[in-house]
């Protein structure tokens, strides 16, 4: 195993829910950014949230208002809950990590997508309709 490991996929029909955890293992945290992205077959890989170290979150526009990222208290495990899952969710969901510029006060930015470092191997999503 990686230091990144995803769980918690599953399939589930259209508008049930999961959530995916991804422990961090060897990572304080304290200025790195992680992310959640997603591939479904034939598609490119695409960021659906990320969460700074000052846990300042953002969302791709496909699942604003469905998905919630966030992690617990020790910083060592990074969650997304997704809601209202539709079929077109089905991908197979990867966390990463990285660090981007340095955006003051002891903050980080997230790094672009094509700059995340470390990533884990995945968790399978399924969304049936």
């Known amino acids: 195993q990686g230091p990144l490991v995803e769980s918690g996929g599953d399939s589930v029909q259209s508008g049930g829910s999961l959530r995916l955890s991804c422990l961090a293992e060897g990572f304080r945290l304290t200025a790195d950014c992680l992310a959640w992205f997603r591939q479904a077959p034939g598609k490119e890989r695409e960021e659906v949230a990320s969460?700074?170290?000052?846990?300042?979150?953002t969302y791709a526009d496909s699942v604003k208002g469905r998905f919630t990222v966030s992690r617990d208290g020790a910083k060592t495990t990074l969650y997304l809950q997704m809601n209202d899952l539709q079929p077109e969710d089905t991908a197979t969901y990867y966390c990463?990590?990285?660090?981007?510029?340095?955006?003051?006060?002891?903050?980080?930015?997230?790094?672009?997508?094509?700059?995340?470092?470390?990533w884990g191997r995945g968790t399978r999503v399924t969304v049936s309709s």
């Open positions: 990463a990590a990285g660090r981007g510029p340095y955006a003051g006060n002891g903050d980080w930015h997230c790094p672009q997508p094509d700059r995340f470092t470390t």
């Open positions: 969460l700074n170290n000052a846990n300042i979150a």
